[in-house]
Protein backbone atom coordinates (compact mmCIF):
# COMPACT_ATOMS: atom_id res chain seq x y z
CA UNK A 1 0.00 0.00 0.00
CA UNK A 2 1.42 3.52 -1.04
CA UNK A 3 1.41 6.16 1.24
CA UNK A 4 2.76 9.94 1.01
CA UNK A 5 5.63 9.68 3.08
CA UNK A 6 4.81 13.25 4.17
CA UNK A 7 3.79 15.02 7.74
CA UNK A 8 3.61 18.44 6.68
CA UNK A 9 -0.29 19.62 6.34
CA UNK A 10 -0.76 22.72 7.93
CA UNK A 11 -3.38 25.34 6.70
CA UNK A 12 -3.09 28.84 6.12
CA UNK A 13 -5.00 31.47 8.08
CA UNK A 14 -7.14 32.16 4.35
CA UNK A 15 -7.79 28.29 4.53
CA UNK A 16 -9.19 27.92 7.91
CA UNK A 17 -11.31 31.23 6.75
CA UNK A 18 -12.31 29.23 3.96
CA UNK A 19 -13.24 26.05 5.62
CA UNK A 20 -15.41 27.99 8.24
CA UNK A 21 -17.06 29.69 5.42
CA UNK A 22 -17.99 25.94 3.61
CA UNK A 23 -18.91 25.10 6.89
CA UNK A 24 -21.66 27.72 6.94
CA UNK A 25 -22.95 27.59 3.79
CA UNK A 26 -20.97 30.22 2.52
CA UNK A 27 -18.20 31.46 0.10
CA UNK A 28 -15.32 34.16 0.75
CA UNK A 29 -16.38 36.90 -1.91
CA UNK A 30 -14.63 40.46 -0.53
CA UNK A 31 -11.58 41.64 1.52
CA UNK A 32 -13.70 42.19 4.18
CA UNK A 33 -15.39 38.54 4.54
CA UNK A 34 -11.44 37.91 5.15
CA UNK A 35 -11.03 40.82 7.73
CA UNK A 36 -14.14 39.96 9.24
CA UNK A 37 -13.22 36.68 9.84
CA UNK A 38 -9.76 37.54 10.84
CA UNK A 39 -11.08 39.63 13.89
CA UNK A 40 -13.82 36.32 14.65
CA UNK A 41 -10.39 34.16 14.98
CA UNK A 42 -8.57 36.19 17.09
CA UNK A 43 -11.44 36.71 19.59
CA UNK A 44 -11.60 33.25 19.24
CA UNK A 45 -7.80 32.75 20.35
CA UNK A 46 -8.69 35.13 23.37
CA UNK A 47 -11.25 32.55 24.34
CA UNK A 48 -9.07 29.60 24.62
CA UNK A 49 -6.53 31.89 26.40
CA UNK A 50 -9.51 32.35 28.80
CA UNK A 51 -10.45 28.70 28.88
CA UNK A 52 -6.87 27.75 29.43
CA UNK A 53 -6.45 26.08 25.77
CA UNK A 54 -2.86 26.98 25.09
CA UNK A 55 -0.78 24.71 26.58
CA UNK A 56 1.88 24.73 23.48
CA UNK A 57 2.77 28.39 24.97
CA UNK A 58 4.21 27.91 27.88
CA UNK A 59 7.63 29.22 28.46
CA UNK A 60 10.00 29.08 30.86
CA UNK A 61 11.40 31.89 32.33
CA UNK A 62 14.64 32.23 34.73
CA UNK A 63 15.08 35.95 36.66
CA UNK A 64 17.84 36.53 39.07
CA UNK A 65 16.65 38.29 42.15
CA UNK A 66 17.62 41.79 43.63
CA UNK A 67 18.00 42.00 47.10
CA UNK A 68 15.04 43.87 48.43
CA UNK A 69 13.16 44.00 45.41
CA UNK A 70 9.58 42.40 45.44
CA UNK A 71 8.11 43.36 42.33
CA UNK A 72 9.43 41.51 38.41
CA UNK A 73 7.78 42.26 34.96
CA UNK A 74 6.05 39.64 33.68
CA UNK A 75 5.68 40.74 30.29
CA UNK A 76 2.56 42.20 28.40
CA UNK A 77 1.88 38.60 26.67
CA UNK A 78 2.23 36.78 29.71
CA UNK A 79 -1.44 35.43 30.43
CA UNK A 80 -0.61 33.43 33.76
CA UNK A 81 2.28 32.12 35.63
CA UNK A 82 1.09 28.19 36.07
CA UNK A 83 4.26 27.38 38.44
CA UNK A 84 7.31 28.67 40.11
CA UNK A 85 10.52 27.87 42.21
CA UNK A 86 13.42 29.63 43.13
CA UNK A 87 16.61 28.16 43.22
CA UNK A 88 19.05 29.07 45.92
CA UNK A 89 22.65 26.75 45.45
CA UNK A 90 21.94 25.06 42.59
CA UNK A 91 18.41 23.85 44.91
CA UNK A 92 14.95 24.78 43.66
CA UNK A 93 12.24 25.24 46.55
CA UNK A 94 9.03 25.32 45.53
CA UNK A 95 7.05 28.43 45.96
CA UNK A 96 3.43 28.99 47.22
CA UNK A 97 1.02 31.15 45.03
CA UNK A 98 -1.07 33.20 46.94
CA UNK A 99 -4.33 35.08 45.93
CA UNK A 100 -4.39 39.14 45.88
CA UNK A 101 -6.46 39.65 49.13
CA UNK A 102 -3.78 37.23 51.12
CA UNK A 103 -0.66 38.98 49.38
CA UNK A 104 -2.63 42.29 50.50
CA UNK A 105 -2.51 41.16 54.18
CA UNK A 106 0.83 40.28 54.49
CA UNK A 107 2.14 42.55 57.17
CA UNK A 108 5.75 43.15 56.69
CA UNK A 109 5.96 42.73 52.36
CA UNK A 110 9.60 44.54 53.23
CA UNK A 111 10.94 41.68 55.71
CA UNK A 112 13.95 39.90 53.88
CA UNK A 113 14.41 36.05 53.57
CA UNK A 114 14.51 33.34 50.70
CA UNK A 115 11.08 34.20 49.00
CA UNK A 116 8.57 31.42 49.25
CA UNK A 117 4.96 33.04 47.81
CA UNK A 118 4.09 34.61 44.89
CA UNK A 119 1.19 36.66 43.80
CA UNK A 120 0.46 37.48 39.77
CA UNK A 121 -0.89 40.78 39.34
CA UNK A 122 -2.53 40.16 36.18
CA UNK A 123 -2.76 43.73 34.86
CA UNK A 124 -1.76 45.24 31.44
CA UNK A 125 1.31 44.71 32.28
CA UNK A 126 1.34 42.28 34.72
CA UNK A 127 3.83 41.83 37.22
CA UNK A 128 4.91 38.54 39.85
CA UNK A 129 5.31 39.79 43.47
CA UNK A 130 7.37 37.83 45.66
CA UNK A 131 7.34 37.33 49.40
CA UNK A 132 9.17 37.60 51.41
CA UNK A 133 11.60 39.97 49.73
CA UNK A 134 15.26 38.65 48.61
CA UNK A 135 17.85 38.28 50.89
CA UNK A 136 20.38 38.20 48.42
CA UNK A 137 20.85 38.72 44.67
CA UNK A 138 21.88 35.73 43.55
CA UNK A 139 18.99 33.32 43.86
CA UNK A 140 16.93 33.01 40.50
CA UNK A 141 13.16 32.81 40.28
CA UNK A 142 12.43 29.85 37.15
CA UNK A 143 8.54 29.60 36.40
CA UNK A 144 6.28 28.47 33.79
CA UNK A 145 4.30 31.47 32.17
CA UNK A 146 1.35 31.16 29.88
CA UNK A 147 1.57 33.55 26.87
CA UNK A 148 -0.71 34.63 24.32
CA UNK A 149 -0.74 32.70 21.52
CA UNK A 150 0.44 34.45 18.07
CA UNK A 151 -2.09 36.89 16.15
CA UNK A 152 -3.89 35.77 12.72
CA UNK A 153 -2.71 38.83 11.13
CA UNK A 154 -1.32 37.69 7.33
CA UNK A 155 -3.92 35.71 5.62
CA UNK A 156 -0.98 33.63 3.85
CA UNK A 157 0.60 33.49 7.76
CA UNK A 158 -0.25 29.91 9.53
CA UNK A 159 -1.49 29.31 12.83
CA UNK A 160 1.43 27.75 15.09
CA UNK A 161 0.10 25.38 16.93
CA UNK A 162 0.24 21.50 17.41
CA UNK A 163 -1.41 19.75 15.08
CA UNK A 164 -4.45 18.27 16.97
CA UNK A 165 -6.03 21.53 17.35
CA UNK A 166 -6.58 22.15 13.68
CA UNK A 167 -10.00 20.81 13.65
CA UNK A 168 -10.43 22.96 16.90
CA UNK A 169 -10.12 25.76 15.36
CA UNK A 170 -12.15 25.49 12.20
CA UNK A 171 -14.82 24.45 13.88
CA UNK A 172 -14.78 27.43 16.35
CA UNK A 173 -14.03 29.89 13.43
CA UNK A 174 -17.10 28.37 11.66
CA UNK A 175 -19.26 29.05 14.89
CA UNK A 176 -18.02 32.44 15.55
CA UNK A 177 -18.86 33.17 11.88
CA UNK A 178 -22.38 31.73 11.81
CA UNK A 179 -22.97 33.96 14.58
CA UNK A 180 -23.01 36.88 12.03
CA UNK A 181 -23.49 35.37 8.71
CA UNK A 182 -25.76 32.19 9.07
CA UNK A 183 -28.17 32.17 12.31
CA UNK A 184 -29.46 29.08 10.45
CA UNK A 185 -26.83 27.25 11.49
CA UNK A 186 -24.87 28.24 14.83
CA UNK A 187 -26.94 25.78 17.17
CA UNK A 188 -25.43 22.84 15.11
CA UNK A 189 -21.81 24.53 14.66
CA UNK A 190 -21.96 25.68 18.52
CA UNK A 191 -22.40 21.51 19.43
CA UNK A 192 -19.40 20.68 17.31
CA UNK A 193 -17.37 23.24 18.23
CA UNK A 194 -18.20 22.20 21.93
CA UNK A 195 -17.37 19.04 21.31
CA UNK A 196 -13.73 19.61 19.40
CA UNK A 197 -12.84 21.74 22.30
CA UNK A 198 -13.71 18.87 24.91
CA UNK A 199 -11.30 16.69 22.61
CA UNK A 200 -9.05 18.93 22.21
CA UNK A 201 -8.98 20.36 26.33
CA UNK A 202 -9.01 16.66 27.04
CA UNK A 203 -5.56 16.17 25.28
CA UNK A 204 -4.17 19.22 26.32
CA UNK A 205 -4.24 18.41 30.04
CA UNK A 206 -0.58 17.28 31.25
CA UNK A 207 -0.94 12.91 31.95
CA UNK A 208 0.48 11.82 35.24
CA UNK A 209 0.81 8.30 36.73
CA UNK A 210 -2.55 7.62 38.66
CA UNK A 211 -3.12 5.60 41.73
CA UNK A 212 -5.65 4.71 44.00
CA UNK A 213 -5.21 3.94 47.38
CA UNK A 214 -7.83 2.46 49.90
CA UNK A 215 -8.93 4.11 53.36
CA UNK A 216 -8.28 2.00 55.80
CA UNK A 217 -10.51 3.43 58.08
CA UNK A 218 -13.59 1.28 57.58
CA UNK A 219 -11.17 -1.61 58.06
CA UNK A 220 -11.58 -3.48 61.57
CA UNK A 221 -8.97 -5.39 63.16
CA UNK A 222 -10.20 -8.62 65.02
Known sequence: MAVSGTKTFELDVTEYIEEAFERCGLEVRT?????????????????????????????????????????????????????????????????????????????????????SQFFVDRQINPTLKVWPAPNNSTDVLIFDRLVRMDDADNPTNTMEMPFRFYPCLAAGLAYYIAIKRAPDRVQLLKAVYEEEFERAATEDRDRASFNVQPSLDYYRIN
Open 31 to 115: GYDIRTAKRSLNLMLAEWANRGLNQWTIAQTQVTVVQGQTDYSLGSDTIDVLSAVVRTNSVDYGIERVSRDEYLNIPTKSSQSRV
